[in-house]
């Protein structure tokens, strides 16, 4: 049994409401949500980007002065801060940008081919070193690289002439480390990433006469573009904020050798009690890896 709606002359139709939308929650504005990520998210932003302009200090002072661009001005005429962002940028690119991503992506491109067995043994070795915390493999690694450690001892026994390689090589010896330690993340991306490839492109190029540079080159590369740039995009960010594997292998050292702008932050703010100064470098750092996010979403920008 139906109903028939009231219609005539002035008078609309109702509308069905069985076919009209109804409005849902979802499409409400939640005030609360807004009000949590001001208060727990730009808040701290926020008053990081302020003490930057000030003089604070944790010891010897009353209250804070704004003192505007002045931490900047310092931060750009000072040599240890310069020292710091070369060492931070050789750290990343030697690290994340060649080290993890070039490793992960073979691992990746290997596995693929390897039996069973094999794949569950890399895989849990690479993997294990990614899980293990920081300040664990730091230790790891310093026992490794120091001058009584793992890796002088092979080089004795195989006769080749060994070093202090945290002292001569720092900066290499903490990149190996966090390439070590990292490149389980981009092999996982990676695997996924081949995993989406249809055979039957590779399998035609391979009967095409393609080799596997060939394949890979004009092939996998290009159909895993988007993977590839956030990949790098993860990884260097990442890659900027290390402190803890560093902190544990050299501190820094010797000299500044190995003192990325994590570790230059901590000592001008909590060392040597700048906080102003060390949250002004902070916020450099922050730049630094906004500048890094632009490119990559340039790069990852699909064309219309």
Known sequence: MTTAHATG???AKRPDPATTPHPTRRSRPRPLAVVLLLLFLAGPIAYCAYIA???LQLTGQAEESFIGFENFRTAFGDEAFLNAVWLTLVFTVVSALIGQNTLGLALAALMQRASKPVR???GGIVITAWVLPEVVAGFLLYAFFRREGTLNAILDWLHLPSQNWLYTLPILAVSFANVWRGTAFSMLVYSAALNEIPKEITEAAEVDGAGGWRRMWHITLPMI???IGTNLMLITLQTLSVFGLIWVM???GPGGKSQTLPLFMYEEAFQKSMIGYGTAVAL???VVG???S?????LLRTEV
């Open 9 to 11: 002359p002035g008078l």
């Open 53 to 55: 302009f000030t003089d």
């Open 120 to 122: 569950t043994l890399v």
């Open 225 to 227: 573009r988007r993977s």
């Open 250 to 252: 050299t501190r820094g």
């Open 284 to 286: 450099l750092l922050l």
């Open 290 to 292: 906004s500048l890094f």
């Open 294 to 298: 632009v490119v990559y979403l340039r």
